[in-house]
């Protein structure tokens, strides 16, 4: 009797164990997720001997405020392919230094102290986590606020393909505190919500903190960002300035277009010193971008060198897009936030009546778009906008030197260089276009869009140092390791584990009912 029962388990266990065991095939199958990066930097180096690519840091951008809050831990996911050498009698490499600025006693000279963190010689086969050999993440020395002697005042930190030619990407890089807190994301940068081509840095924003080192004939560096969704537009006036022809340097197109906002010239009757700051909001989009080759000046040649679709005034504060937009991005300044003015700013004692600017090509062709343009007064009412304007004409198209109505609505001038009529040689249009429907849209389209930071807190062990100025070695360490991360069950880790014991305890039990028939 008791053989039949245990020969009833064993069938029973042998049928769990089996199903258990598909199962987990199955599961194991299925083919992961794929990495897809909410940012991404990509560095394509052809022939280039160095290309990096530098991240630099003061306290202040990593959150420390009064007292240092490192050392800092620092997160990403790199992908290396088609890694070669550019001169095949030595090896190609990639590697990430941080280089640390600090001042001596009596010294006004900064001093630098560069350590490598890390480095590949081979490609990587796919994203993977970018990693210490001795930790989960690279580790960062404090940097301190107080510019005392002898501390590191900022950081560096560089990204350089030495040699190497191939595709190294960096993506949704961040960088946490001692706490773990993040102190800098990539993906949430609001420098970058514009920005597709990274090979030249065209922003006067102090709070960019990345620059390109490339020889650009020779390297390029992208940027990819993750989309939400299309805006669709209903009402949009379009900066159209034609690609040189084939051969022309010493002709038109213009190298210098742009908008001025009239605020009081000639005198309007919406903009009241009381219902400021006033808000600029809507959104750009830039096609066909490409450099104006024209030598008709001087000044044309020098715009030239460094051509871009710019967001604000470019003798003072601009951001510029040197390279098509992919899609529509928010109108903003280069740190994310909105542009303002006053209207003694604009149309006070001395001013020309006008928000200078605020829209230029510079030494660029292509076409350079605005979209649902609207100025908000403090309170959030419309003052202005492109649905009100009694000049702008669905289907038409204007040339520069066109001035804003002076029946006291507002409006824009839509100029170009510096001449105010119309010059009959001049190629640049503006058309106005309005959608066949209208599309309701809400304060949140026009806002920076936001992403979950993808980050794992540091886990527990020593963490990796580097040594203090003037040591070889640091004799205590940075500080102390943040509280391990719980560890989260998976499928390899977890819920699959019963399954892969079945098997173990049907073989066992048979074994067992094996001797017990020799036994009897």
Sequence with gaps: ????????????????????????????????????????????????????????????????????????????????????????????????????GYYTAGSSQEQYKTVELCSWTADTDGWVDMTMPDGPHLALEAIDPSADDDVYCDVTVEFVMTNAKGTFQIADLVIADKDDTIVYSLANDPCFSAITDFSRRMSSEPSLMWSPQIDRSKTAITVTTAKSGEYIPNRVLTMDIPANAEGETSAYPESFAYLHLNVNNPPTTVYNPEDGPFTMRGMVKVEDFAVNASQLTADAEVRAQNAAFLIGNPLGTYHGLIADTDGWVPLLNGDGTPIT?????????????????????????????????????????????????????????????????????GGLYLWANDYVGVDNNTRIDYRYEVADETTEHTAADYALRTFEEVYVPYESGEQPTTPPTGSEKPTEPAGEPSAPAEPTPSPETGAALPLAVLPLAALGLTALLVTRRRQR
């Excluded at 199903?19 to 022939?47: D, H, K």
């Excluded at 405020?65 to 190609?92: C, F, K, T």
């Design 341 to 409: 003015f006053t209207y003694e700013e604009a149309a006070g004692e001395g001013k020309m009546g006008w928000y200078p600017q605020f829209f230029c090509s510079w030494g660029a062709t292509g076409k350079y778009s605005l979209a649902d343009f609207a100025v908000l007064d403090k309170n959030g009412n419309v003052v202005y906008s492109f649905e009100t304007d009694t000049l702008l004409t669905d289907g038409a198209t204007y040339k520069p030197g066109t001035n804003p109505p002076s029946d006291g609505t």
């Design 1 to 100: 009797m008791k053989w039949h029962r245990m020969k009833r388990i064993l069938a029973v266990l042998s049928s769990v164990a089996l199903l258990g065991s598909l199962t987990a095939l199955s599961s194991a199958a299925e083919e992961p997720e794929a990495y897809s990066p909410n940012r991404a930097f990509t560095i394509v180096n052809e022939s280039a001997p160095t290309a990096a690519l530098n991240l630099t840091a003061l306290p202040y951008q990593l959150g420390a405020q009064g007292e240092p809050n490192g050392p800092y831990h620092l997160w990403a996911r790199m992908n290396i392919d088609g890694l070669e050498a550019v001169d095949g009698s030595r090896e190609a490499g990639i590697s990430v230094r941080a280089k640390y």
